[in-house]
């Protein structure tokens, strides 16, 4: 089935180093998004890539890094520079045709111990 | 500026109607749409409207489009326990069928059920 897969589902780490979600798509849509989500913030823009090799920052990109090698995979770096940040990471992709809305992953929790 | 508001929480018995209620500030959302997120889990699309309808029902689903207060509610008819989410309305600048498209969501709102 075509869809979005995000890995790990949790993930711990120790302060100062760095550390890379994985997102997979296999719907052969050309953007990706990373969105952070905090309880009661509702969701906010980190990175986006309409196309491969080519990203722009969203509103809260420092201390994350990105690439957009392939179509499928748009993987997130959240480096020692990111102050806080354990939180929820959604990574989500759209089409061209239909709706326009946007298809999710089920999310990778990241924990900083 | 782009800036959606919802209400945080929500509490309906089993079988009563949800209104849950959203207002954004873009007058130029071209679409908007409701998502819903369980426990852990991503965010699934439950229903859209255009910005050009004021009405669109879907089973359950009904969603009402006030342009000129900028006004967007979800009501779910017949609320069940397995209704019980975090809801988040979005709304949607820009080309249909652009990829540079753009969505800025509210801070969603827990419904809860009550037995």
């Known amino acids: 089935d075509g869809g979005i897969t995000q890995s790990p589902k949790y993930l711990f780490r120790k302060e100062g180093q760095n550390v890379t979600l994985s997102c997979e798509q296999n719907l052969n849509h050309d953007a990706m998004y990373w969105y952070r989500q905090d309880p009661g913030q509702g969701l906010r823009l980190i990175y986006y890539?309409?196309?491969?090799?080519?990203?722009q920052k969203g509103d809260i990109a420092e201390g994350y890094s990105v690439s957009r090698e392939k179509k499928e995979s748009f993987p997130l770096t959240v480096t020692s520079a990111q102050k806080n940040p354990t939180a929820f990471y959604l990574c989500?992709?759209?089409?061209?045709?239909?709706?326009?809305?946007?298809?999710f992953g089920e999310g990778s929790r990241l924990t900083v111990l | 500026g782009e800036d959606v508001e919802q209400s945080l929480f929500l509490s309906v018995r089993e079988g009563d109607s949800s209104v849950i209620n959203c207002t954004y500030t873009d007058s130029s959302s071209t679409y908007l749409y409701w998502y819903k997120q369980e426990p852990g889990a991503g965010l699934q699309l439950l229903t859209y409207i255009f910005s050009n309808m004021d009405m669109k029902q879907d089973q359950r689903l009904t969603v009402l489009l006030n342009k000129k207060d900028k006004h967007l509610s979800l009501r779910i008819a017949d609320t069940q326990t397995g209704d019980s989410a975090i809801y988040f309305c979005?709304?949607?600048?820009?080309?249909?069928?652009?990829?540079?498209?753009?969505?800025?969501f509210g801070s969603g709102t827990q419904l809860t059920v009550l037995p």
């Open positions: 989500a992709s759209i089409g061209l045709a239909g709706t326009g809305e946007l298809f």
């Open positions: 979005a709304e949607s600048i820009g080309p249909r069928s652009g990829s540079a498209r753009q969505l800025t």
């Open positions: 890539s309409q196309i491969v090799n080519d990203f």
